[in-house]
Every structure is written in structure tokens, then in C-alpha cells.
């Protein structure tokens, strides 16, 4: 009787340290020492992406983080569009961060809904991102992510020629905004540009970085609501702080 207590007891005390020491052994040999980030963009830095990314249990473990991505997928993160990785060895992952192209950013209730290039809303955050270009003066009857704003607005698709404008000459924007009547105006670090209301805006942007070089420092207001092909003048005068 006694014996058969014995082995009994061993086998429970075996069966409880097998798993005890794969534990020990996984986390001695498979822990995950070294991250490698391969980053397109430039709204978030390697650290956070590592922050965000292996948080948990998962991310303390290479093939805990790799089953768990194929499991569940790898976690969300505003304004990048895809996330992938790859097991370098058993201590070392390689991930893999590409970011949307943000356009814009519209503010709604307390919120920002951020669109790209498509006009399609890809992300809502609670405070304006970094470089991320301020949108203001358009009303908004209906946002989703996902889908595209304002099609039906003249605004937007006033609003999605002058980003891509803005985008082709290399002309980096604080704010665009809209008053009642429809003029618009960019906000350019210090500088003020009055574009106005009309069908296109290419002759303006398309000659605008020349012509804010050509006043040297300071800070400018540049009235191009009556520039045209037959009239090229642009009234500029310094905006007192």
C-alpha cells in the first residue's frame, strides 16, 4: 500500500516538474533579447514601436510573440498600415513598419479624424499629430473610418486638390482652413497665404515656395486671390507678431 503511494506520488511530483522545467528551459533559451524595427515612416521611433507592439506576456518570448501574431494578429496602431515580423534566430525578431500617408486631419467633438491621400479617413486620435496638416472651417454631417469624406462636398474636393498640390511642389502646411464664403487660407509656419475661392490652384501653388523665398526672413501675409495668368502680382506684407 505503501509503495503503491510512492509511485503515486512520484509520478504527481514528475508530472509537475516536467512542465516546470520546459518552462524554465523556454524562458532561459527562447527569451527575446534583441528587436530589430524596420521603419518606413517617421510618426513613430523604433522604441515605440517596440512599446506598442510587444507589450505582455507575448512580447517577452519570440515564438510566444509569433503565435500569438498568427493567432490573433499584431495589435493596431494608429496611423500605420501594416505591421509584419520575422524570427531572426530564437532571441532576435525583425519588425517590419509601414505608415499610411496622412493627408490631414479634421477636428469633430474633441477628435481628430485623419484622412490620407484618397480622401479616405483612416484614423480618429484625441490630439493632433505631429506634422499632420490641420483642417478647419468645413462642416462635418458624417465621418466613418474607411471610407471617404465629403464626396459630396465641393469643399473637399476643393480641399484634396490643394493637398495634392501642396504634396507635388514639396510645400510642408500647418492648417488649412475655410471661411463661410469658401476662401481659403494656409497657414505656413509664419507665414500667411490668402488663396481665396476658386476652381483650381495650381498656377498659385505651383508658384508659391519661389515666391515666399524671394522675401527673404520675416513673417508674410501673401494675398493670391486676384494672381491669374494675366495678372502674376502677389501683394505681400509682414505679419507683426
Known amino acids: 500500500m505503501r509503495d503503491d503511494r510512492k509511485v503515486k506520488l512520484a509520478v504527481i511530483c514528475f508530472l509537475i516538474a516536467v512542465p516546470v522545467i520546459l518552462a524554465v528551459i523556454f524562458a532561459t533559451f527562447f527569451r527575446l533579447e534583441k528587436v530589430e524595427v524596420v521603419n518606413t515612416g517617421s510618426y513613430y521611433s523604433d522604441e515605440e514601436i517596440e512599446k506598442r507592439l510587444l507589450n505582455g506576456f507575448a512580447g517577452k518570448f519570440t515564438y510566444i510573440f509569433a503565435l500569438k501574431a498568427k493567432i490573433k494578429g ?3 496602431i494608429p ?7 520575422e524570427i531572426v534566430d530564437k532571441n532576435t525578431l525583425r519588425l517590419y513598419v509601414y505608415e499610411r500617408q496622412i493627408a490631414g486631419s479634421v477636428p469633430v467633438m474633441g477628435k481628430y479624424f485623419c484622412f490620407d491621400r ?18 478647419t472651417g468645413i462642416d462635418i454631417d458624417d465621418i466613418v473610418i474607411g471610407k471617404k469624406i465629403g464626396s459630396d462636398n465641393e ?6 486638390e490643394i493637398v495634392s ?6 510645400i510642408e502646411t500647418d492648417e488649412i ?5 469658401g476662401n481659403i487660407t494656409l497657414m505656413i509656419g509664419d507665414d500667411e497665404v490668402i488663396l481665396g475661392d476658386k476652381e483650381d490652384y495650381d498656377l498659385e501653388i505651383n508658384n508659391l515656395k519661389n515666391i515666399m523665398a524671394s522675401m527673404g526672413e520675416g513673417a508674410f501675409r501673401f494675398d493670391m486671390r486676384y494672381m491669374n495668368s494675366e495678372n502674376m ?9
Not at 155 to 160: D, E, G, I, W
Open 74 to 76: 499584431i495589435d493596431d
Open 79 to 85: 496611423f500605420i498600415e501594416k505591421t509584419d515580423y
Open 118 to 135: 484618397e480622401g479616405i479617413v483612416t484614423d480618429c486620435v484625441d490630439a493632433l499629430p505631429e506634422g499632420v496638416v490641420l483642417v
Open 155 to 160: 469643399k473637399y474636393a476643393s480641399l484634396m
Open 165 to 170: 498640390l501642396l504634396n507635388k511642389n514639396g
Open 177 to 181: 482652413s475655410f471661411d463661410f464664403r
Open 233 to 241: 502680382s502677389v501683394t505681400a506684407k509682414p505679419i507683426d507678431n
